[in-house]
């Protein structure tokens, strides 16, 4: 194996361990109580943006950091907004919905990608593969909405659209990413402290100071660790090192293990309707992604 391939294969096992990672985030937000959504935002980003510029000092990385500070402002507003508006309606629709019907809905941001992709990056066609994938992964989501289908009237909507919110901020933000690839991994800390600074000033503009009864501190610290911490510099490093396509694939099962996850822990139940919603979004962004059909091409290719 070539110094090069065996750097890759690093930085993708890296970037797999994401996907582990986010499976987590839904349990970890149950587990942190009810804490503002304002507040859980800026604490899991100040642990993770803090931690992150120690591990980045210690490892003799000053200058990178520095360097990191002079990002183009398109890179702070990226960032900064990606990171801080997907997790705060993230955290919104997990404190008004079902935990399990929430996180697969705004887990559609693999397959949005997908779709978005075609739409706005040069030398990317949006094909009808794309729109029957994302059909698919739509009613999968639909299932989701109140226990008689698509009901947007019901006591849960609020979640339902922060989640919906949630999706396309992600997959705008991962999209609009490959426009600043040059950008090193270690602004991702600043980007995490800006986002930590951000949701503190609006927890003290709009919600209730002080420790909100209930809360848990361990299962906050271990947002900020995991989901909502180390997961974004090990993405970011698959992302710009590693095996994209690869890595594209496994994102498309968080939604199943995160789900998986919450039924062991027993805050959802294995209803059919929700693992039927598991099966068409993880469906629906594989067809979308092409790689069903490229399978199948490769097979009969094989054959021949």
Not at 21 to 37: I, R, S
Not at 103 to 117: K, M, N, Q, R, T
Not at 128 to 133: C, K, P, R, T
Not at 170 to 175: A, I, L
Request: charged share 10%; aromatic share 12%.
């Amino acid at each position: 194996m070539s110094t090069e391939s065996a750097a890759s294969h690093r930085a993708t096992l890296w970037g797999a361990t994401t996907v582990i990672n986010w499976a987590t985030l839904a349990l970890f937000t149950q587990w942190a109580g009810p804490v503002p959504p304002f507040l859980l935002t800026a604490l899991c980003f100040g642990l993770a943006g803090g931690l992150a510029v120690l591990m980045f000092l210690w490892r003799g990385e000053r200058r990178a950091l520095m360097t990191a500070l002079g990002q183009p402002p398109l890179g702070w507003v990226l960032g900064v907004g990606g990171l801080f508006g997907y997790h705060l309606f993230y955290f919104i629709a997990q404190q008004n919905a079902p935990a399990a019907n929430a996180g697969l809905i705004s887990y559609l941001w693999p397959l949005l990608i997908v779709i978005l992709a075609g739409l706005v990056l040069p030398g990317e066609r949006l094909k009808a593969i794309h729109l029957l994938g994302g059909a698919c992964g739509f009613v999968g989501a639909a299932l989701l909405v109140g226990p008689d289908g698509l009901d947007w009237a019901g006591e849960y909507t609020p979640g339902y659209l922060a989640a919906l919110l949630a999706a396309f901020i992600w997959s705008g933000y991962s999209v609009a990413s490959r426009l600043l690839a040059r950008i090193p991994t270690t602004a991702v800390a600043w980007n995490c402290l800006g986002a930590a600074m951000l949701a503190l000033l609006c927890h003290l503009a709009w919600e209730p100071w002080g420790w909100p009864e209930g809360a848990n501190l361990w299962a906050i610290l271990a947002l900020g660790l995991g989901p909502v911490g180390s997961a974004f510099f090990t993405w970011d490093i698959g992302m710009k090192r590693g095996q994209v396509r690869l890595l594209g694939l496994l994102s498309y099962a968080t939604p199943l293990f995160s789900t998986l996850v919450l039924i062991g822990a027993g805050l959802a139940t294995a209803s059919p309707t929700l693992l039927l919603a598991a099966l068409l979004i993880c469906s629906g962004a594989l067809i979308g992604s092409g790689w069903l059909g490229r399978r199948a091409s490769a097979s009969r290719h094989s054959a021949g």
